[in-house]
């Protein structure tokens, strides 16, 4: 039996104040918000900890080297390109052009429903399809997924990032290069609305919260 090697990319930011996060910031406060990260940053670090293949993407050369010391669990690269769809986009080539991999995985780094199922269920479709997506609430996506020989620049090209076009754009642009697989909806936490409903049905995230209110 043939056995497919799949990567996992993660673009993530280094939890500094100021630098994520900044609509929930925009509700509460910088370091309120930076905390927020940290806590769904080191949730799913340790999710990812016993999958092979994960390579973490940072912006900038300097929030890397600083990320690298997060954790041992974490192979460490620099995002390259002028916006997000070119950021993505080098982030699959380098993988693909460096590495043997047959499919890889993007996920983002602050959707607190990410789980290592979730993962392997994502890599799994990717035997079947060309490509895998992963929707949020807010029509964006937190996961993207593709087959080495389907990677195509212009699924990320034109797209208006930030906005609730995001996922209905990429899914059919995807379409008409391949097969999708349609994966989970998941909840993105941008704002303190956002951050309230997630702790209804989260009982860590909802600790984690109080905790601070207490340290403050």
Not at 7 to 21: C, E, R, S
Not at 55 to 72: M, P, R, T, V
Not at 160 to 187: A, P
Request: hydrophobic share 35%; net charge negative; proline share 1%.
């Amino acid at each position: 039996m043939l056995l497919l090697k799949c990567a996992k990319i993660v673009f993530a930011k280094y939890p500094q104040a100021g630098n994520v996060k900044t609509r929930l910031a925009a509700d509460t406060s910088d370091i309120f918000a930076s905390e927020i990260y940290r806590f769904l940053l080191n949730r799913l670090i340790f999710e990812l900890k016993n999958l092979e293949d994960v390579f973490w993407f940072i912006d900038g050369k300097k929030n890397a080297d600083k990320f690298a010391q997060i954790s041992e669990y974490c192979k460490v690269k620099v995002q390259t390109g002028e916006n997000l769809g070119e950021k993505m986009y080098n982030a699959f080539e380098n993988i693909f052009s460096e590495n043997n991999f047959d499919s890889a995985l993007l996920i983002g780094s602050d959707i607190p429903g990410i789980s290592e199922d979730n993962i392997k269920i994502s890599e799994e479709s990717l035997k079947n399809c060309h490509y895998c997506l992963g929707p949020s609430n807010d029509g964006g996506y937190y996961l993207i997924g593709a087959q080495g020989r389907y990677l195509r620049k212009d699924i990320f090209d034109g797209i208006k990032w930030s906005s609730s076009d995001v996922y209905s754009d990429t899914l059919r642009k995807m379409k008409e290069f391949g097969k999708v697989q349609l994966l989970e909806t998941l909840n993105d936490i941008d704002t303190l609305k956002d951050l309230k409903n997630e702790m209804k049905s989260d009982k860590k995230l909802t600790s984690f919260v109080e905790q601070m209110y207490e340290n403050l």
